[in-house]
């Protein structure tokens, strides 16, 4: 998942809890991070997968819309996932992804496309 961005010189920010952190301050201060990150970029990149998407990163996905990013979305997970039938996970982070611009890739090289998409968009090539 980290190539395909990085192959097209994107910087990443990977984000993920080790749950070696105990203290909630700690985790806390990583939610911070998070928001700092999301300020600092000019897209975000989120993983769909799972039954249902995780709570944090929706949490990122309606923050970023909020902060008027462009979010695209990745979902290579083959299991149901969406509360209405015709969407591809929860109606609200599928609405937050599309109103901001984005799409929901299925796989990587949809992922690829939609980021040289962007990245031609961003400087007028």
């Known amino acids: 998942m980290k190539r395909a961005p990085r192959s097209l010189q994107h910087h990443v920010l990977y984000r993920k809890y080790n ?3 105990s203290e909630i301050s700690a985790l806390l201060g990583k939610c911070g991070l998070n928001s700092q990150a999301i300020e600092a970029c000019d897209a975000v990149v989120a993983v769909l997968d799972g039954p249902d998407v995780d709570s944090g990163t929706a949490a ?3 923050y970023a819309h909020a902060r008027g990013k462009m979010i695209i979305g990745y979902r290579g997970d083959f299991r149901l996932a969406a509360d ?10 599928e609405y937050f992804i599309k109103a901001s611009g984005g799409a929901i890739a299925s796989s990587l ?3 690829t496309h939609a980021l040289q998409t962007m990245s031609r968009a961003s400087t007028g090539a």
């Open 19 to 21: 749950g070696q952190d």
């Open 60 to 62: 990122e996905i309606g």
């Open 84 to 93: 209405n039938i015709g969407s591809t996970v929860n109606l609200q982070v």
């Open 109 to 111: 090289a949809d992922l």
